[in-house]
């Protein structure tokens, strides 16, 4: 499995792994971009905004696209999530990885539901 595939399964347990997942893989300032009523959450409000919120049951990517940029990496996808309290979710996504000793964090991630 290379760098990228790693990326790919980090991604995923993004949509799917709960709050201890992001404690460990989410760098302390991150952003994340959602829709209105979220909209921009930093930082603490991440993790405050995962507690006791249902996870996805599933989740595919389609389209996918990679960039590297020096020590970050940006992934591109169409997401298709299952939700136990939404039924099923589409939405454009990005998330920026950059390595920090050597340890590849998310530091950005958008939503664009559609």
Not at 11 to 30: C, I, N, P, T
Request: charged share 20%; proline share 4%.
């Amino acid at each position: 499995m290379n760098e990228t595939d790693n990326l790919w399964e980090m991604e995923k347990s993004f949509w799917l792994d709960g709050v201890d997942f992001y404690r460990q893989h989410l760098a302390g300032d991150a952003i994340m971009v959602f829709a209105v009523p979220v909209g921009i959450l930093q930082g603490t409000e991440i993790i405050s905004s995962l507690e006791g919120a249902p996870r996805c049951q599933a989740v595919q990517f389609a389209d996918p696209r990679e960039l590297r940029a020096g020590e970050a990496i940006v992934l591109a996808y169409k997401a298709t999530g299952l939700r136990p309290d939404a039924g099923r979710y589409e939405a454009l996504c990005s998330s920026t990885y950059v390595r920090c000793d050597g340890t590849w964090m998310l530091v950005a991630h958008q939503q664009i539901p559609l």
